[in-house]
């Protein structure tokens, strides 16, 4: 899969939990819940969705490596392109 | 191990004197009353506490701000003293909308100095509710900042023409004569300020609370609430001299303000704020590095905390940690009893809500704890379970009953009344008891257990939403015709706000319309009273005199039997 998929499917999902946003404008390093207005639950529904979307496992340890785009991006590359 | 402060809960409940307890305040100098402020900052920089760290914030980054009791007062008193130069009056009503930040704290404890009412909002409202709580308790100044200004309350000042000023912490300069700068401000401000004589029943403080009809309540206490505080820090969170305490609460809820602010530097610890939102490993983190004594916490982060696979006390020094509390909803056993496994000790839950003030039912680390118990009532507290259908209110005496959870009135922290609304604060009580909302049993022991709440109110992460207040802002949206909000049951939050809508005709119910409904909620109400789930449905049931029946649609959405429907309108 690559980034640019990858980049599609977190907007796709993130749009889902917060539709009145337009997550493709926002900047690699930007704090997405800020940005977005996500509270905590909406987050941890995004990490479960993405989760399942892309076959991989998120554990709760690792929700602080997905703050940013960038950092979130460059962590579900490595879970699913190794 | 220190030893508790309350080592026998029996006979300190017996013993227990609210008067024998004011005098383990100060008091404002030549008896000129009772004041919170003076109580958290001012006696204790003019003693030997003026040197240690009051609060210590810790920022996005990691980096820590210290300001100590001595800091805390003058920076306090320029507050109150900038108030004066803009010509409030005692009484006035002053807002916050900010993240956890320490300016939030000072125009807190400031407005306290001055005798302003203090009302801190949650900074993740959308401009909806923010303007319900701004209008309906006058204010007449806010403290945010300039992003907020921007997005959430500038559109909102043609309804606000009350609002006076609006002080940005982050702006060096005036915007123009109503948006003020706060840095500038307080630059100008001298940091000497006399407390002027508090009447112990002199208002103090404002939090807005959801009700079931309506708009959200403006729920009124007094400084001598600062009893309440102290004491419940002293045998709740049981502070000793030294200790580093860490409420995880924002003062956008009441937790956060009681114990977020006040009792802490009541009781003269030192108290961490984090500016960030939950992240396990942050928060293991934060409680290792800064040697947390006592940390006061809720069930959805001890949930989300659960979720881990990491034991904390294996992997960080944990060995300070002396006390791990609770409160926001109840507490299931299991996590009571993970606490003793993660921590090293129990996780103890507790009682109480906006409208008393401070904690009112409590596990204490020296009784026996019966995980899933609320706990016993605080010792000058009079808790009871009751009957409160009739004309008079019936007291159950016999453990083991079910019925309304009821507080025997006059200790200092229950609140004085709703804002402007007399009726709804009188319906509140019955005899000498304040009727809770909350029904519950006691056991034999004297151990309270909680069951739900009696009305349609919705409990979601802890904080209290209003069916009706979501459902006036969804009827706005030019594509529904009705909507009716509930609470469904959800492992991680409680509950989460769930809501159904008949469309207008015209309109369709597509998945495009539900995004369409939550983006709108989203944007007028925030994500922490916003619909998480939308359903379209055809008509909300509703009783003869066209009420609409939520427990009906609760009891539909959750598979349960549908009650007595004898009232039910056949649509």
Known sequence: ?82 | MKEPNLTDYARLYQHFDWQNERTQLAGLPDGKGLNIAHEAVDRHASGNLKNTVALRFIRKNGSTDDYTYGDLKTRTSKFANLLQSLGLEEGDRVFSLLGRVPDLYIAALGSLKFKAVFCPLFSVFGPEPIFQRLSKGDAKVLVTNTAFYEKKIKGLLDRLPALNYILLTDSPQHLDEKVLSLTKLMGEASGEFSIPPTDPEDPALLHFTSGTTGMPKGALHVHQAVLTHYSTGKYVLDFHEGDIFWCTADPGWVTGTSYGIIAPLVNGVTSIVDEEEFDGLRWYSILEKQKVNVWYTAPTAIRRLMRMEIVPKEKYDLSKLRLVLSVGEPLHAGAVIWGQKAFGVPVLDNWWQTETGGIMIANYSSMEVKPGSMGKPLPGIIAAIADVEGQEIKIYDQPGMQGHLVLKKGFPSLFRGYLHEEERYKKCFKGDWYITGDLAKKDADGYFWFIGRADDIIKTSGHMVGPFEVESTLMKHPAVAEAAVIGKPEPSIGELVKAFVVLKEGFEPTDGMQLELIGFARKTMGPAVAPKEITFIDSLPKTKSGKILRRLLKARELGLPEGDLSTLEKS
């Open chain 1, 1 to 82: 899969m690559t980034e640019e998929e990858i980049k599609k499917t977190v907007f796709q999902l993130l749009q889902r939990i917060a539709p009145e946003t337009d997550p493709s404008r926002l900047m690699p390093e930007e704090n997405i819940r800020e940005a977005l207005n996500i509270d905590s639950f909406d987050a941890l529904q995004f990490i479960v969705a993405i989760s399942e979307k892309l076959n991989v496992e998120i554990p709760e340890e690792d929700y602080g490596k997905t703050i940013s785009l960038k950092s979130l991006l460059a962590y579900l590359d490595k879970k699913v392109n190794g």
